[in-house]
């Protein structure tokens, strides 16, 4: 199809004047000055040819770099109507170039940006004919969402009015996914800060604090506000000044650091805290500042204050429990040789006077002498029991495991042996192991049993039992009998040394037994207690740690 510019075909014109002879001058003289125009029409049309020539591949250009360039352009009319898109536009949004075209450029926004576009953008861009960088949401054709920044320019006609506009869209979905996942990264550091348990800050190059969160604020018993802009060094005890201001001067140097202070609070209270500190550089390396991390450690402070004065004194009870077992070794060399010679005077005499003048004594004269060597026999026990009963609380402690069952069979059989005629019922648990000193364990299972067996002795069938329950999550053992029992309002005196809480015509004792079981027990780790009633029988229960 011919261009409107361009004329119909012709025959060329020639190019130098035709030999044509007329009568006329006048008319050849027209004739001539007719050719020349023809010439000058016949050039200005091969010029204007060129030019549409050329700006026809000028369009070409335009329209081609319009089309294929990767970005996302589009042109629309006065009515906001789609005049055309380049295929990038189609090809990120999803559509076809048909399906578009002619349509509202808000169509492909989503609902907030379309609102935000007709009622902010639109028309301040119909005033001024320009806006940018302007964040929109536009709508895929499969519902996918796409974030760009849109540029725009209008087109305006000799009277001002918009003809058309251009616009370039700049995909940013990655981009404001970053500045969103970097949002929530911050907003969770700032939460983490300032819901933290330990005192922030941040101070500049001139040691003034740029940020405090507001547990370090709390420390000073002072709002943020008002710890923001002041000098670290304010808050620091005056007589740690020199020090503190020394090792701010070293994170100019690069040094992060780790030590105590003493922080004043408002109205004058100090506290003790503790103070991590590193070194902040600029994007050059230049110092620019320190951050820290302060924690409050008065409580620390003082409780190791009171550990010290509670060591102190551990100490000086140390010493002086050293000195009593000095004492106690001391005592039971003076029990075991200064009261053993007289004792044994007394029983040899005793017994020499029974066997050369016995038969001719006196009956009552030979009672006392009787009396008398009992009395000694009785007291050497006494002794015997004494040295026991303190050498029980010094020594070490071999622990391994014991077949517990095995030892409570051996020593009941000890007992029957002793008294065969007794009529006894034995209830053993098979299986029973633990834990402990064998050697000590044996002198609480002996002195339980015993009394086991010596308070039930008045029972026409003796009662005796051994097993283990479940306490508070550990194995408690216990001797159980049903013999004499005792009062629970007189538990107390139960363990304490020679305390009986029975007579000791009715039942024969020294009262140092229970007290040696207790310590025993002690030195394990465990707890030893009793149940009983009066003539029911009783129950002693023990743990070993």
Request: charge should be negative.
């Amino acid at each position: 199809m011919q261009d409107d510019l361009t004329p119909e075909p012709r025959e060329k014109l020639p190019k130098a004047p035709l030999d044509i002879s007329l009568p006329d001058p006048k008319a050849a003289l027209l004739l001539q000055d007719l050719q020349r125009r023809l010439a000058t029409v016949e050039a200005e049309n091969a010029q204007l040819r060129r030019v549409i020539e050329s700006q026809r591949s000028v369009e070409e250009g335009y329209r081609s770099l319009y089309n294929d360039t990767p970005v996302m352009l589009h042109s629309i009319d006065r009515n906001g109507l789609l005049l055309g898109v380049s295929n990038y536009w189609v090809e990120v949004l999803g559509y076809q170039r048909e399906e578009v075209i002619g349509r509202k450029s808000t169509d492909f926004l989503t609902e907030e940006s379309r609102r935000y576009a007709e009622e902010v953008v639109l028309p301040e861009f119909f005033r001024t004919g320009f806006c940018c960088n302007v964040h929109y949401q536009m709508v895929k054709k499969s519902g996918e969402l796409l974030d760009v920044l849109l540029v725009a320019s209008a087109e305006l006609g000799p009277q001002g009015e918009l003809l058309r506009s251009f616009a370039v869209m700049t995909d940013v979905t990655e981009w404001k996914a970053a500045e969103k996942a970097l949002k929530e990264s911050e907003e969770r550091y700032r939460m983490i800060v300032e819901t933290s348990q330990e005192g922030i800050l941040a101070v500049d190059a001139e040691g003034r604090v740029s940020y405090a969160n507001r547990q370090f604020a709390e420390m000073l018993g002072l709002e943020v506000g008002d710890v923001v802009g002041r000098l670290f060094l304010e808050f620091v005890d005056d007589c740690l000044h020199d020090e503190i201001a020394a090792k701010m001067k070293s994170r100019e140097k690069g040094l992060s650091e780790h030590y105590e202070t003493i922080l004043l609070r408002n109205g004058g209270s100090r506290i003790w805290a503790s103070v991590s500190a590193i070194p902040v550089k600029g994007p050059s390396g230049e110092f620019t500042g320190a951050f820290a991390m302060v924690s409050d450690i008065t409580k620390r402070k003082q409780a190791a204050e009171e550990i010290e004065v509670l060591h102190t004194h551990l100490s000086a009870r140390a010493c002086e429990m050293e000195l009593a077992n000095e004492e106690l070794e001391a005592f039971s060399y003076t029990v075991s040789h200064d009261l053993r010679r007289p004792l044994t005077a007394i029983n040899g005499f005793s017994q020499v006077l029974l066997e050369l003048y016995g038969p001719g004594m006196d009956p009552q004269c030979r009672e006392y002498v009787r009396e008398i060597l009992n009395g000694s026999i009785r007291m050497n026990h006494l002794i015997d029991t004494l040295i026991n009963f303190s050498r029980r609380n010094t020594g070490e402690s071999v622990r391994e495991e014991v077949d517990i069952t095995g030892l409570v069979e051996e020593l009941c059989a000890e007992l029957k042996r002793a008294e065969p005629q007794r009529n006894v019922s034995l209830l053993i648990q098979p299986g029973v192991r633990g834990v402990a000193d064998a050697h000590l364990l044996r002198v609480v299972l002996d002195n339980l049993l015993g009394n086991a067996w010596k308070y039930s002795a008045k029972k026409e069938l003796s009662e005796i039992a051994f097993g283990t329950i479940d306490h508070q999550g550990k194995t408690a053992y216990f001797v159980r009998d049903n013999g004499a029992g005792f009062d629970m309002a007189l538990g107390d005196l139960l363990f304490k040394p020679f305390q009986r809480l029975h007579d000791a015509r009715d039942f024969e004792g020294t009262g140092i037994g229970l007290a040696s079981v207790q310590r025993i027990i002690q030195r394990h780790g465990g707890q030893i207690w009793a149940e009983s009633e009066p003539g029911q029988g009783a129950t002693f229960y023990f743990t070993l740690g």
